[in-house]
């Protein structure tokens, strides 16, 4: 491991940098394919809301794409040209902007150059950005082989910034669960951390044939986290497909490996009680006896919670193991849980927290 994976941060960390040193200097975030590296902008944009954000998209754009020619001006009969830029990079609007330039390291040449002003110095042209707005930029890992370089003067520009591609149950907190994904698909996320390993630590392909290795001899589907949301969208349609028509949609999703072992398990969500037996009769509720059937309950539960069966649930979930219970309450307390002030201002919730010994108080705003 060198020293730039070793100090690898993820996406929370990388925020915060950004939103600190942004105005002043441009990070790139560096990391693999399908981690959220483009999803940044909707983090950023939440975090500053008086800041109009930017998307623009290096692969779309091709010499000319950046700024044109603005003729015929004068001045005392001298004439000039001005530059009009791309509206995409916001420098028209003379308004604190967050600007993102996604895919930089995809960049034809020409692209590449013509921004590396508004990356240093926040110009364009005859445009300064607002002092206060932030710029950074995407790239995916030079050991991807997907077609990212950067050229040395460029690199001196900007802030590199390498990321690390999210644990398993990282995926699962922060984004997961407060997304809405398929809660038999959290399972067995939550069971399979190797669907988040990262072909840098792995040597062989043929160890984890679950995730993109540029060493693969084959170019089949992969999982990643952006995958991963893709195949929930599918199997929340589930029930319209045939079994054969859903594998096969998985395959062309997350490949075989990866599809033929989520069938497995979806197969085993199928079998789960209903919420609305959990609601009417949490005590007498089936509760399943293999330990990834109670972890589906529990993220559908999570998932699915409101205040009007917040105690019914309380009922039922103490019935399941010890473990089962401390998933789901550090799933609820987590800070981008979207339902965290209904769960933790109730009384069984507060109760149960008291007497397992969490030492935390419930969120009484």
């Not at 802030?159 to 690390?164: D, G, N, P």
């Not at 309380?314 to 019935?319: A, K, Q, S, V």
């Not at 307390?333 to 927290?353: E, G, L, Q, S």
Request: proline letters at 6%.
């Amino acid at each position: 491991m060198n020293a730039q994976q070793m100090y690898a941060q993820p996406m929370s960390e990388a925020e915060n940098f950004i939103v600190r040193v942004g105005t002043k200097r441009t990070v790139l975030l560096e990391g693999p394919m399908g981690c959220g590296k483009s999803s940044m902008l909707n983090g950023l944009a939440a975090r500053l809301p008086n800041h109009i954000p930017c998307y623009f998209d290096c692969t779309t754009k091709v010499s000319g794409d950046v700024a044109i020619p603005n003729i015929a001006h004068m001045d005392n009969g001298q004439g000039y040209v001005t530059y009009l830029t791309n509206e995409e990079l916001g420098a028209h609007l003379d308004k604190p902007i967050i600007l993102m330039v996604d895919e930089y390291g995809k960049a034809e040449r020409d692209i590449k150059n013509s921004l590396l002003r508004i990356l240093l110095e926040r110009k364009i042209g005859s445009y300064t950005l607002h002092p206060d707005s932030i710029v950074f930029a995407t790239t995916n890992l030079g050991a991807e082989n997907v077609g990212d370089m950067l050229p040395n003067h460029a690199r001196n520009r900007i802030t590199i910034l390498r990321l690390k591609k999210p644990t398993n149950m990282e995926w699962l907190t922060d984004f997961a669960i407060p997304n809405g994904l398929d809660p038999v698909l959290c399972g067995w996320a939550k069971d399979n951390a190797q669907l988040f390993h990262d072909f840098q630590d792995v040597s062989n392909p043929e160890d984890n044939p679950y995730i993109f290795h540029p060493q693969a001899p084959n170019s089949e589907q992969f999982v990643t986290p952006r995958s991963l949301h893709a195949a929930s969208d599918i199997m929340l349609q589930r029930e319209h497909f045939s079994d054969d028509m859903l594998t096969s949609g998985l395959i062309g999703t997350i490949g075989s490996s990866a599809a033929l072992l989520l069938v497995a398990q979806i197969k085993l969500g199928d079998q789960l009680p209903s919420m609305e037996s959990i609601k009417n009769d949490p005590t007498n509720a089936r509760v399943p006896d293999k330990p990834a059937a109670v972890m589906m309950i529990v993220y559908k539960a999570a998932q699915t919670m409101g205040r009007d069966w917040i105690d019914a649930w309380m009922t039922y979930m103490e019935r399941l193991d010890k473990e089962a219970q401390g998933v789901f309450v550090n799933t609820v307390r987590h800070d981008k849980y979207p339902h965290r002030k209904i769960v933790m201002t109730n009384a069984k919730f507060t109760d149960w927290c008291m007497n397992n010994g969490y030492m935390f108080a419930a969120d009484k705003k």
